[in-house]
């Protein structure tokens, strides 16, 4: 069973530079879990209108980033959504779709031993 996950990670600096282990801060919320991709690409994209609401298109980026099923590389789902050629934000932002699957772990277990056994041996084939 698979479901989909919409997440934003937030990422800011709050402090001069030095006073903390790391160079930003990170907050991450959950938009919601979907049962497809279709309901989580609506979501996705309510809240990606919330930022265009607030801030404004960068002038060097003609058009919107936007969750979909073939807006990615070849074709594929566009499950990644950034700030950092769309919007001009004060903060980075990652706007994600991420599968979520559910399954047995004793199953898992034996199909990932099944593929490294079959991989062991065409390279000993070689």
């Known amino acids: 069973m698979t479901k989909e996950l919409v997440t934003i990670e937030f990422r800011y600096n709050d402090a001069p530079k030095g006073d903390y282990d790391s160079d ?3 907050k991450k919320i959950t938009i919601g ?3 497809t991709l279709d309901e989580a690409i609506i ?3 309510k809240a990606l209108e919330v930022f265009e ?4 298109l960068n002038p060097n980026y003609n058009r919107k980033e936007r969750f979909s099923k073939n807006g990615g ?3 594929e789902p566009q499950r990644l ?6 919007l001009k934000t004060p903060f980075d932002f990652y706007a994600k779709i991420t599968k979520l699957t559910y399954a047995d772990v004793h199953k898992t277990i034996n199909e990932v031993l099944e593929a ?4 062991k041996n065409h390279e000993n084939s070689l």
């Open 73 to 75: 590389c070849f074709g």
């Open 116 to 119: 490294v056994k079959r991989y």
């Open 81 to 86: 959504i950034s700030a950092l050629g769309y």
């Open 33 to 35: 879990v979907f049962d």
């Open 24 to 26: 930003y801060k990170s």
């Open 53 to 56: 609401q607030r801030f404004k």
């Open 43 to 45: 979501a996705g994209n």
